[in-house]
């Protein structure tokens, strides 16, 4: 694996080091999108906020970086956190559907195991699911309301009356669902995303001079590795990128330790990047990882507040 990495050709490697920058210009593009029903968020904070959120997921537990992201963002320019955070979870749907319809073209020409086709079912229902319970929720704000109203009287009344506009907040950031024309928007930045994701997967296998059929394998990688990060996991993917890169190269013949050379590859330049990019911005902010947590707690709602 070590001969593997020192393999690398390096203009390659700064091609996907390149992807993974526009990578995280247009995940924060397709944010500001999602935050049009609070106002115009400029690009630079939502850029920044995207860039350190990515990098706290990628090196603590319990995807702490989607409360990190819209709690810098209300630092910044003074978005609600519940507002933001419900922007974040559309995102997660969205990519979730994107991933879905990439699983059902790769299943279409390649056998996948049984247990993927079942989580893909899984993911499925559970996107569907989620948009057709936060559209109901949009549409029917006021019943909504109620009924969490109720709910609400049955804690006690100083905890109830620090969740009861974290609610309306939330809903107040669903805001996109009702305009078609922010939906059409998000998902073509969607598409866009997870173009630039598989072509990190691609270059990659140009990098080490695989000798697999490159659209195919890429979109299967970025397929099966999004199945398996989905997963519990340690802080930072470590495990699972590695396996899903391991299943899905095994799909076209790939020996074992040249799979796992490659996921190392694909791994380090994710977490160098994503690491960098937020150090380079918590820099510019002036915020150290001390206050960028201490933020994300004194920003977030109290417990089972949004759960």
């Known amino acids: 694996m070590g001969a593997i990495l020192l393999s690398a050709r390096p203009l390659w490697v700064a091609a996907v080091m390149l992807a993974s920058l526009v990578a995280v210009y247009v995940r924060a593009q397709r944010w500001r999108v999602l935050l049009r029903p609070l106002g115009d968020v400029p690009l630079f904070p939502a850029l920044s906020a995207t860039a350190i959120g990515f990098g706290a997921s990628a090196v603590l537990p319990f995807r702490i970086g989607e409360l990190v992201r819209p709690a810098l963002l209300g630092r910044q320019v003074g978005v609600g956190m519940s507002a933001a955070l419900s922007s974040v ?49 949009q549409r029917r704000r006021t019943a909504t309301e109620t009924f969490v109203g109720g709910l609400l009287a049955r804690l006690p ?30 998902l073509a930045y969607s598409a866009y995303l997870w173009v630039l994701i598989q072509l990190t997967f691609l270059f990659s296998f140009l990098a080490l001079d695989m000798r697999v059929p490159l659209v195919a394998a890429s979109l299967a990688t970025v397929v099966i590795v999004a199945a ?31 799979a796992l050379g490659y996921s190392l590859l694909t791994w380090i330049i994710s977490m160098v990047m994503n690491i960098g990019a937020a150090g380079v911005f918590l820099a510019w902010e002036d915020l150290s990882p001390g206050q960028l947590l201490r933020l994300r707690a004194r920003e977030a709602p109290p417990a089972g507040a949004e759960g």
């Open 228 to 258: 398996f990060v989905f997963l519990p996991q340690a802080p930072g993917f470590i495990g699972t990128w590695q396996a899903g890169c391991v299943v899905a190269l095994g799909l076209f013949g790939v020996p074992r330790d040249e």
């Open 89 to 137: 979870v559309l995102e997660r749907l969205f990519d979730m559907l994107l991933v879905v319809a990439c699983f059902v073209v790769v299943a279409l020409v390649y056998p996948l195991p049984a247990a993927l086709r079942d989580s893909a079912i899984v993911l499925a229902v559970l996107a569907v699911l989620g948009f057709v319970v936060l559209h109901a929720m």
């Open 157 to 186: 009344s100083s905890l109830a009356a620090r969740i009861r506009p974290l609610v309306g907040s939330f809903l107040g950031g669903l805001g996109g669902l009702a305009d078609r024309s922010t939906v059409a928007l998000v």
